[in-house]
């Protein structure tokens, strides 16, 4: 199959939530190529340790802890004298409820402040500000970008609520979001806010390794293999604009149909559409989302990505509309390349007059921590 042959959310079940642990230790981290959990949680940090060796104790501490959260369990008894070790939000005998705990890092922490300059991965930039973008500052970057995905809203909770508790020390919060992806309405790719199909086209899973991991390739530092570039935007959804067009128009801005996600020349949601048949782009308007982020193009197949996004829902904006929409997250081995060029081709998508993307940035996700005695971030920083 191509890149963009349907993915592995596409075909089978979503996760079930599972009392099973994800697997913590590996090549790569997980929460990237891992089923994306019902509950999903962003939360950005800035590294405020004094020094090099605070940002190592840091990243050993997440570690350690993120090893714990994961596999689930008791807590140690402190005694009835002592802080509990444990909030007990989830109980005394914590389900791993599938938890996965993705650390990333953004493009300040590679500033003088811990020698980290010349370490920094080949496309790691900050987030341009894009056409149509209006960023709110206290929501954009980060040294630090936390993915923090489980089963429910609770698990993620109990997560980073223990990881900030035991790194106070070394970071401080910046902006945080929460997320969710819904259960398939009625079958197949789960919906975003806008009522569409959403996720429905990703790389097979046979695919995603040359899709999302960064390879020894001579030009990205060593220690960055098995990592990737994780872009995180924080897009609100003009839901009440969005309520008041035809159904017909805001087909033809993504190209899909709203009831069963099949492109606008097929009848399911699995149909590959065939642009070569509509050059013209009667069908499938060539301003559509779809066959813009991916025209399906022996040029196009190299800007394959693969997406994670939650939606999410937060209550009222101060004009009194709702602030809900999406945090768009995808992965991949080069910036430019994938998300980039794909973001270009997308400027000036009539979707765009329904979006408002104001936060998020972009990251470098660590490779994965190989075993016991390994921490995130050991490469980099030996
Ligand atoms: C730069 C990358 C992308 C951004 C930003 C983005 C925002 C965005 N997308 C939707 C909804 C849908 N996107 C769909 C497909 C799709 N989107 C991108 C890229 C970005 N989207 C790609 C590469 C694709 C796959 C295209 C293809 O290969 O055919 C779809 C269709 C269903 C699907 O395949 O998932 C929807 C729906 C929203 C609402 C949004 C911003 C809030
Ligand atoms: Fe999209």
Redesign the pocket.
Known sequence: GGL?AAGARADTPPSAPSAEPVVFHGEHQAGVLTPAPAAGTFAAFDVTSPDRAGLVTLLKTLTTRARVLTAGGPQPDLGVGAPPADSAVLGPDAPAGSLTITVSVGNSLFDQRYGLAGRKPLHLTTMPVFPDDAPEPASCHGDLMLQICAATADTAHHALRDLMKHTRAWMQPRYRIDGFVPPPRPSG?PR?L?G???????PAPADATDVVWVAADGKEPAWATGGSYQ?V?L?R?LIEFWDRVSLTEQERM???RRDT?A?LDGSAETDK?DYARDPGGTVIPLDS???L??P?TAASAG???L?R?YNYDRGFAPTGELDS??I?C?YQRNLAAQ?EA??AR?AGEP?ADY?R?FGGGYFFTLPGVRGDQDWYGSGLLR
């Open positions: 963009f790719a975003n806008m569409f199909k959403d996720g429905i086209v990703n872009v935007r897009i959804m993504f190209g899909r996600g492109p559409p989302h779809i066959r982020a991916n399906r800007s394959a990505m997406r996004p929409g999406l768009f995808c998300f794909v973001q997308l979707l979006l993307p």
